[in-house]
DNA sequence: AGCTGGTCCTGATGGC
DNA sequence: TGCCATCAGGACCAGC
């Protein structure tokens, strides 16, 4: 579910709302996420204040003084504050019991995940989830420059680059089709064969895609929840993703549908160009 | 049965 | 031959 926009749209609705809140007690019904959540993670946390919600590319951070928190809703993930705690229902697998309410990780697929990175361990950049990304594509670091240089000699596709998550973060595969059709760029182009020219208007598409779907309260699948439980809406704005058949909104020809590394990738033929 | 938002890991491939 | 970077595929799950 979650890209970028989605976990940013979470990420501001709790900062307000739990920046300098204490942690009173966590609970954690199913540890079977990605990586398991560790046994002692409710000792580790228990006093805490959570003095910032941060984010990097897909991670959320529940930074606290002794160490950080590190979410990754996966691909179902779903991290609600709750002001009085509803009974707990199937795949609500972990609740952090607030001063300003109950914070409950719910994810039926468990491809999310609940990391302790003690402070003392070193700066989080260097934590191996980390140390491999790309830039913010939000940040003013992020320009057709970077992509540009890190796309030499690569035979991938662009989309294939993108996704990695190399060379700019956050975009998944539902931004991916929508930035590359923004800039017209097929997505079956082999990154080493675009221009610098193209890789500019690519930076930008991606730049607003994103912005546009933060906006609109995060895109949201079928079923992305923010942190307050509300719907997102990008679905009903998507230019190309999940429109294979439907006329082009630019030039009317039917988007197409293709696999692309046993993901789908949608774009119209007529105004994306290798 | 087959599809679905993410991403780590493993193993194959190819260049030097 | 060996090392390295790159790339493809599988794996993890439940719900529709």
Sequence with gaps: MPEL??????RRGLESRIARASIGGITVREPRLRWPVRADLPSLM??????SVGRRGKYLLLRCKTGTLIVHLGMSGQFRLLSAADAPRRHDHVDIVTSAGVLRFTDPRRFGALLWHDARAGDLTLHPLFAKLG?????PAFDGKILYRASRGRSLSIKQMLLSGREVVGVG????SESLFRAGISPRARAGSLSRARYE?????IRETLTDAIARGGSSLRDFVGSDGE???FQLDCQVYGRAGEPCRSCTTPIVSIRQHQRSTFF???CQRR
Excluded: F, K, M, W
């Excluded at 228990?46 to 003095?51: A, H, V």
């Excluded at 208007?201 to 598409?205: D, G, H, M, Q």
């Design 5 to 10: 926009p989605e976990v940013e749209v979470v």
């Design 173 to 176: 595969n539902i931004y991916a």
């Design 201 to 205: 208007a690519l930076a930008v598409a």
């Design 135 to 139: 830039v913010e594509p939000l940040s």
């Design 46 to 51: 228990r006093d805490e204040t959570i003095e």
């Design 268 to 270: 119209c033929p007529a």
């Design 231 to 233: 719907q997102g809406h």
